[in-house]
């Protein structure tokens, strides 16, 4: 059971007051805050090891690359990888979906089939609509109903030998909404297609087992799980990683360079071209040990209780709708009030210290589903409180007395 005192003293920003309230964050769905032993850990790179890696034969590059190393170790246990050369460091979700997208334009031709859900972020719809307008593939969308849940049975009609590729959100942005993945996967692979699951939204609620789940890519942020911005990960199967051609070219990628021909590196390092964030990729591991040390039972279990009570209290306010009742489903609520635009709510509510997302969340076919343009979305994290629900709460109350 958590002790929310001491975690929510783990977490310096948290005790900040924003426009002379104290701050209520439920803006976790776009970044999470950190705890006070990421932030040191940033600065103690910077004081203590700093310098690059891979390449250098001093004490100084030698412990640098011996700390990057051991997170790509930690990471690949935190994921269940079954080689640590599976793991791929990024800037984050975008980067490791660009990264497979990139590599697929070699494979792909035209009468090939790529697969997109109707809940995904647009990171993963954009660079699949580039890439089909590069290699004269179709892009086929998977429908979801009115409760925010893919359409299974509609999944499995699309699947064909002509699908290449399946990409979709372990867990919506927008909705919350938990997808079949195992299902999902499964069912591409009878058909002989690879799947990339986009893990953003997922890895700061549970821990993904990449062996059991059979994935073929999963790819994730940092920022999300309260590590560094500009820090995330591309798992990807051995073999598909072989397959497919680097992303960039540049130093560390390479074996041997010659003005004739360069041969590239063996994996990882075929795609980490360049110096990386190395303090990012570094701390990106001590916050992947502060979440296993909270544990991720816990987590679950406080967050569910946040969505259980914070659905219960919003509904208590007349005209307001949730956007996204799907069954399975994890801490975000998006919803509006019948005759209010959402970022009016939003401006006023952040004037009383509270954090909430406002807009159509990066994923605005499924806004145009709903026939809205856009929502307010409370999405929490396991730091946050009932009491903080009820702040809010009243928060809304108050603006939409305004506004009315």
């Known amino acids: 059971m958590l002790d929310i005192h001491k975690i929510?003293?783990?977490?310096?920003?948290?005790?900040?007051?924003?426009n002379g309230k104290p701050l209520v964050y439920f803006?976790?769905?776009?970044?999470?805050?950190?705890?006070q032993v990421v932030i040191d850990a940033i600065s103690k790179y910077y004081q203590e090891i700093n310098a690059n890696i891979h390449r250098g034969v001093h004490t100084l590059s030698q412990l640098a690359t011996d700390a990057y190393e051991a997170s790509r170790g930690k990471i690949q246990n935190h994921i269940n990888a079954k080689f640590a050369h599976e793991v791929l460091f990024t800037s984050g979700?975008?980067?490791g979906i660009n990264l497979v997208t990139n590599g697929f334009a070699s494979i792909l031709k035209p009468g090939d089939e790529v697969l997109v859900s109707a809940l995904e972020h647009h990171s993963n719809i954009v660079p699949w609509q580039m890439l089909c307008e590069k290699t004269g593939a179709t892009l086929k969308v998977i429908p979801m109903n009115e409760n925010g849940e893919l359409i299974m049975s509609e999944y499995d009609k699309l699947l064909s030998d002509k699908t290449k590729i399946v990409t979709v959100n372990h867990i919506s942005n927008a909705l919350g909404t938990v997808n079949p993945i195992k299902y999902m996967i499964d069912k591409a692979h009878?058909?002989?297609?690879?799947?990339?699951?986009?893990g953003a939204q997922a890895v700061p609620h549970l821990k993904p087992d990449v062996q059991e789940?059979?994935?073929?890519?999963?790819?994730?942020?940092g920022h999300k799980m309260c590590g560094p911005t500009g820090t995330g990960i591309l798992y990807g199967k051995e073999a598909w990683l072989n397959k497919l051609p680097p992303y960039q070219g540049g130093g560390e990628m390479i074996k041997e360079v010659t003005f004739e021909k360069t041969t590239y590196a063996d994996l990882p390092h075929k795609f980490e071209a360049g110096t990386p964030d190395i303090a990012g990729g570094i701390v990106l591991g001590t916050a992947v040990d502060y979440l296993?040390?909270?544990?991720?039972?816990n987590i679950q279990k406080q967050e569910l209780e946040l969505l259980e009570y914070g659905t219960q209290r919003l509904l208590e306010i007349e005209g307001l709708k949730i956007f996204g009742t799907a069954a399975?489903?994890?801490?975000?609520?998006?919803?509006?009030?019948?005759?209010?635009?959402?970022?009016?709510?939003?401006?006023i509510i952040d004037k009383l210290g509270i954090a909430v997302r406002t807009g159509h969340h990066c994923a605005q076919p499924i806004m145009n589903f709903?026939?809205?343009?856009?929502?307010?979305?409370?999405?929490?994290?396991f730091y946050n409180t009932k009491e903080e629900i009820d702040v809010m709460v009243e928060a809304i109350k108050k603006a939409k007395l305004m506004l009315s």
Request: negative net charge; aromatic residues 12%.
């Open 93 to 95: 979700t975008t980067h």
């Open 213 to 221: 789940l059979d994935c073929d890519f999963y790819a994730f942020s």
């Open 27 to 35: 803006d976790n769905g776009a970044t999470s805050q950190k705890p």
């Open 292 to 297: 296993n040390e909270v544990g991720f039972e």
């Open 190 to 198: 009878e058909v002989g297609a690879a799947i990339l699951i986009d």
């Open 370 to 381: 709903f026939c809205i343009p856009g929502t307010i979305r409370a999405s929490f994290a």
């Open 328 to 347: 399975a489903k994890t801490s975000v609520i998006s919803f509006n009030i019948e005759g209010i635009h959402p970022y009016d709510i939003g401006t």
């Open 8 to 18: 929510r003293a783990d977490f310096p920003i948290l005790s900040q007051k924003v």
